[in-house]
Structure formats: structure tokens, C-alpha cells
């Protein structure tokens, strides 16, 4: 058994930090010894170890005490142990197969932090927020539900089926979804096409080790096709490497110019200025977020409307401003622990509270639709204290997200029960897969690449009528009503997925443009001018 000593250095760093962000440090010198607490903890292992009626696993007691200390922090300081490190960093730096989702362990309940863009219970619909309450009909929460529990459950070969049962915040029943696992896409940029002669678009998910040389290849592409302006979409990217996201910034401003700063009581102040590489820092820019741009979406975002480069536009992010560093522990395991808060140039710090807890600060989206404000802009109330200056004199604010310089709202028009049905049993993904199977070789013939696909004369009314009597055969009747108000994007979704399994997934995105608002707001914005001089501007 290992000696008391090594299991107390495992521990104390966690007390220590505890310590450290629940009071003054100041008053902690006078009312608190540091030796005092690593012995009481020593003496109560050295007394269970000597004394306690049982034999016990003591690394396991220290384990928890960790998971337990960590959770009193913040909800980003996070332990992870030596074998789930690799498939921890695997969303940034590796491949697997599965359901795709980025998830944390919260009272012992499998909580959705964010379905991975592009990925089988993304397509399906599944929210940050979700909990994951049963999987496969039997119960996962609980004592038992670990990172291996959920792994070995929700993993599995390209192709095979897993259901689990979601708690929703708002919703009295378990939602069912039926998932295929696919191979989880880990290519940090999932499009990258022309909207217009003139106008680029780029999809960047995540801000990963390969996200800067994507970009770079991604910009050289669209400038070979005239692209003069461009609309980066940075809607539900939950962020990355701090570093990648200031590489991306630096592709849009000048040298010498800040982008980001960070700060922390242990940590000292650290500029990250840019460079003179930038590959685009002429011709107008559109940054496109939403409530599930975190972190690094954020970095990139905040540069840029501080210092005026571009128009942001959509909805207010989700509001991460806190660095994690990690820290090796003895037995090779892992703390990610919270150290410095980042700052945009104009001073702002966009951490939204987590005082109410982490359930409270992962689900807070929530609130935000009970407020109204991802319909209205006017719902969003935030105080003078909050308000900082671009460097045009523009005001922004602080204290929770990076709020839009455009407010685009969600539209939900289309949303009726027999769309989220078929949705969540995924019977969209299911029809085109069996629909590409019998049309493949002809559709290629007809449309050798994504442009002719979507110049060309499909059906659309006959595809739509083919996937409805589909869905009948599964246990989703035709709902005439249903249809009329969810037709087109339905329509437009199978035409996506279909050329998706012909091509890429860019192709997709490229589809589903033709029905997306903020595009075409951002196509606005970029061919006004005299709107484009005056968002920048100081009003």
C-alpha cells in the first residue's frame, strides 16, 4: 500500500486552491496555515489506514476527493485520470468512433457540454445541457457512471446503433434517440466554399493543434476563386487551445495590435500581440456566434470587434473566460486547473457568474430562452459597470459573452412535432443513406460536384414525398400541418445530407446556406457599404 505522503501530494494542491479562490488571500495568511491542513489530511489517511474497521482502496478515497475539491471551484478546473488523458485530448488531436459528444461527469450524471458539430447526435439534435439518463434502456447515473462507463457505452464501430434517454431542462418526459455511431469528424473546419463571386465562408468547429494550417489552406483556396470579404463561422465552436485562437486572430490584424491578454493571482499579466503573418487582414470580415461559441470563439471574436476589424453578428456567446493549465500528478494522472481569466483588448473579461453552481452555469442557456432573449435583443439588460469601448468608441460589454454588433434572432418557425420527430429517431440520416445507396452512380453522372448539385433540377417535392412515406413506415404518420410548416427546411436538410454523402461534409454546409439567416444577414451586411462603415463606427 502506498505510504500516506504520496496520496497527501495529490490532495493539497486542490486544498490549496480552494483556499486560495474562496477568500482573501490576504486574510488566509493570518487565519489560515497551510501545514495545519496538509496534516489533518495526512493524519485522517494515516488514521483510516491504521484504525478504520475495513481494508480501503486509499487511492480511490484521494481520487474522490479531488473530483470532489475540483467541483467546488469552477466548472472548467477538471481531474482526469492516466487513462482517460489520451481520449480526453482525443477531440483536439485525434480520431475515434462513436456518438460525438464532448461531455462531463456532474453528480454523477452524464451532462452534455456539447455534441461535437457535424457528429451523429449533433444531426439529431441533441443540446448542450442534455443529461444522458439511460443508455440502451438500463440507467446510467449514479456511483457507477464514470468517464470508462460512458466511453464503453457510447464508443463503438462505424455503423452500429445505441439509444439513450435525455433529461432536458424544461420537459417533463425523457427524450428517446435512437444514434448511429460514425465516425466522429475532427477536421477543425467543416466548410469552406464561395457564397457569392466575391464573399468566402469558413466553418471553423474547434480550435485544434491542425486548425491554423486548415486555415491557411482554407483562405489560399477561397482567394484563388476571387474571394475579396468573408464570413467566418464560429456559431457553436466550443473553443480549444488558447494559442490556436490567437494564430486565427492574427490572421485578421496588423502587427503590434493586442488580442488577448490573460491574468491571475498566481499568473501574471501576459500580452498576446499580433504578428505580421496575417493572411487576411484587409476586406471586410463577418464573425458569426451564438450560444454555443465558448472560449476560443470568443478570443477571436472579441479581437476583432474590439479593435473594429469586422461586424459580429448573432446571437450573445456563451460567456468562458477562464484558462485552464495542466498540472501532472504523481501517478501520471491529471488537473486541469483554472489559473487566469483572459481579457479582451479593450479590458473586458466575459465569464458569465458560476456562483449558482455548475448544473446552473451549463444549463443557463436555458434561461435565456425563458428571458426572451434569443428572440429579442431588447431582453438582454446589462449594467454601466459592464460597458468598455472599442477602439472606434463603439461600446461593448463585459461580464457574460461577446454580444453582437448585429442581433440575428433564432428562428424556430419551422420547428413542429413531426419535424422533431423524425429528427430524433434520425430518420433523415437513415432515408438518405438508403437513398444515396440506390442513386449514387446516377447522381454523380448527373452532378460531378457540389455547384452542379445545387444548380441542378432534383425534385425537391418528390424527395420530400419519398422521405414522408418513409417515415410512416416508421412510426411517424404523415401530419399535413407538420409539413407545412417544417417542408422547406426538411427538404433542404435531405438535399444537405444527400450531398454530403456524395461529396464532403463542406458540401452540406453549402446546401443548407441557402435557408440559414445569418448568412444571408452577413451577405447583407458585406455588400452595404455605407451599413458596413456605419456598424464599425461609433453611433
Not at 441533441?126 to 464503453?152: C, E, R, T, W
Not at 430518420?427 to 460536384?449: A, C, I, K
Request: proline share 4%; hydrophobic share 40%.
Amino acid at each position: 500500500m502506498q505510504s500516506p505522503g504520496y496520496f497527501r501530494a495529490f490532495f493539497l494542491i486542490s486544498v490549496l486552491t480552494v483556499t486560495t479562490l474562496h477568500a482573501n488571500a490576504q486574510a488566509l495568511k493570518k487565519e489560515t496555515n497551510p501545514e495545519s491542513t496538509y496534516e489533518k489530511f495526512d493524519r485522517l489517511l494515516q488514521l483510516i489506514d491504521y484504525a478504520y474497521v475495513e481494508s480501503v482502496d486509499q487511492p480511490k478515497i484521494v481520487e474522490d476527493a479531488i473530483v470532489n475539491v475540483l467541483k467546488e471551484l469552477d466548472p472548467h478546473s477538471t481531474y482526469i485520470s492516466k487513462k482517460d488523458i489520451e481520449k480526453t485530448n482525443e477531440p483536439l488531436v485525434g480520431n475515434f468512433e462513436g456518438v460525438g459528444i464532448q461531455f462531463q461527469l456532474f453528480h454523477d450524471t452524464i451532462l452534455v457540454v456539447s455534441p461535437v458539430p457535424g457528429g451523429p447526435s449533433d444531426k439529431l439534435g441533441i443540446l448542450p445541457g442534455d443529461k444522458i439518463v439511460k443508455i440502451n434502456g438500463i440507467d446510467a447515473f449514479g456511483s457507477k457512471v464514470n468517464n470508462q462507463y460512458v466511453l464503453d457505452r457510447l464508443r463503438g464501430p462505424k455503423g452500429t446503433k445505441v439509444v439513450v434517454d435525455i433529461f432536458r431542462k424544461g420537459r417533463k418526459d425523457l427524450i428517446e434517440y435512437s444514434i448511429t455511431r460514425d465516425k466522429i469528424p475532427l477536421n477543425s473546419i467543416d466548410a469552406t466554399y464561395m457564397v457569392s463571386s466575391d464573399i468566402g465562408y469558413v466553418k471553423l468547429t474547434r480550435f485544434a493543434r491542425t486548425s491554423t494550417d486548415e486555415f491557411l489552406d482554407a483562405i489560399a483556396q477561397l482567394k484563388k476563386e476571387g474571394m475579396k470579404n468573408l464570413i467566418l463561422d464560429l456559431r457553436n465552436n466550443s473553443g480549444g487551445y488558447l494559442d490556436i485562437a490567437f494564430e486565427l486572430a492574427d490572421q485578421f490584424l496588423p502587427a503590434g495590435k493586442l488580442i488577448v491578454y490573460t491574468q491571475g493571482i498566481h499568473s501574471p499579466k501576459q500580452d498576446f500581440v499580433a504578428t505580421s503573418q496575417g493572411s487576411f487582414e484587409s476586406g471586410k470580415l463577418v464573425v458569426l456566434i451564438d450560444e454555443g461559441s465558448a472560449s476560443a470563439s470568443e478570443i477571436v471574436s472579441g479581437a476583432v470587434q474590439d479593435w473594429d476589424r469586422g461586424i459580429v453578428m448573432g446571437r450573445r456567446s456563451f460567456g468562458k473566460g477562464l484558462v485552464q493549465r495542466p498540472f501532472l500528478l504523481p501517478d501520471s494522472s491529471m488537473v486541469r486547473l483554472t489559473t487566469a481569466r483572459y481579457y479582451t483588448p479593450s479590458g473586458r473579461c466575459i465569464q458569465k457568474s458560476y456562483e449558482d453552481g455548475a448544473d446552473q452555469y451549463y444549463t443557463e442557456v436555458f434561461n435565456r430562452f425563458k428571458h426572451d432573449e434569443m428572440f429579442h435583443a431588447d431582453s438582454i439588460k446589462m449594467p454601466d459597470s459592464l460597458k468598455y469601448f472599442t477602439h472606434n468608441k463603439r461600446v461593448v460589454f463585459g461580464g457574460g459573452g461577446i454580444m453582437p454588433d448585429v442581433f440575428i434572432p433564432l428562428d424556430t418557425s419551422f420547428v413542429s412535432k413531426y419535424y422533431t420527430d423524425v429528427f430524433r429517431k434520425g430518420l433523415l440520416n437513415d432515408f438518405v443513406l438508403q437513398y444515396v445507396e440506390g442513386n449514387r452512380e446516377n447522381m454523380l453522372t448527373l452532378y460531378p460536384n457540389t455547384k452542379s448539385f445545387i444548380a441542378g433540377s432534383t425534385d425537391d417535392s418528390k424527395l420530400l414525398n419519398d422521405f414522408v412515406e418513409f417515415a410512416a413506415t416508421k412510426a411517424v404518420p404523415r401530419d399535413e400541418k407538420g409539413l407545412q410548416a417544417s417542408g422547406l427546411q426538411i427538404k433542404t436538410v435531405l438535399k444537405g445530407l444527400i450531398a454530403r454523402n456524395l461529396y464532403n461534409v463542406s458540401a452540406y454546409f453549402e446546401v443548407i446556406s441557402s435557408t440559414d439567416d445569418d448568412i444571408k444577414k452577413a451577405v447583407e451586411v458585406i455588400g452595404d457599404d455605407a451599413m458596413f462603415r456605419k456598424l464599425t463606427m461609433a453611433k
